[in-house]
């Protein structure tokens, strides 16, 4: 389903997030978040998307996000970050968004099931369309395309 005003999808970053570049480069890559938005914003633009890229240490920010785009029917594009590993708060925002009939793609740079312990759980993915690992920032073109597909 299209959302109803233009073909908009949210691009939300969790915590940290706004450090790429500078944080762990050997796990993240050495590009900042700058570069992200702007790759978002043009792989979005390919697929005929207004793309809206957000960042947020703050749970409850990342929460009231959700209630909009469940709230305007937008796709979201998510990379949780540490939240993942223990947001129920966000999971149940995130299934709001999935209520509301528009996709929720979980995106992770790196692939969480290869790392620590605590990182091979994901509350988010029980709660997401699908979930696109590992793939560094071309996960988001991934994620992008999959919500192209979906809507
Ligand atoms: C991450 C993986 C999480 O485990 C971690 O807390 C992050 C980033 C990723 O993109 O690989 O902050 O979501």
């Not at 796990?27 to 043009?42: A, M, Q």
């Not at 809206?52 to 990342?62: G, H, L, T, W």
């Not at 990182?119 to 793939?135: D, E, F, L, Q």
Request: contains cysteine; negative net charge.
């Amino acid at each position: 389903m299209e959302n109803q005003h233009t073909k908009k999808v949210l691009v939300v970053n969790g915590p940290n997030l706004g450090r790429l570049g500078v944080r762990q480069p050997d796990v993240y890559g050495s590009e900042n978040f700058e570069t992200l938005r702007e790759k978002c914003e043009k792989w979005g633009a390919e697929l005929g998307f207004e793309v809206e890229v957000r960042q947020s240490d703050d749970e409850a920010q990342m929460v009231h996000w959700m209630h909009e785009a469940a709230d305007t029917h937008t796709p979201v594009v998510m990379n949780p970050a540490a939240f993942t590993h223990y947001s129920y708060a966000l999971a149940d925002a995130a299934h709001m968004v999935l209520d509301a009939g528009v996709p929720l793609m979980e995106v992770h740079i790196s692939n969480p099931a290869a790392r620590d312990a605590f990182r091979k759980i994901s509350v988010i993915s029980p709660v997401a369309t699908g979930t696109i690992t590992g793939m560094g920032l071309y996960g988001y073109k991934l994620a992008l395309e999959a919500v192209a597909h979906l809507v």
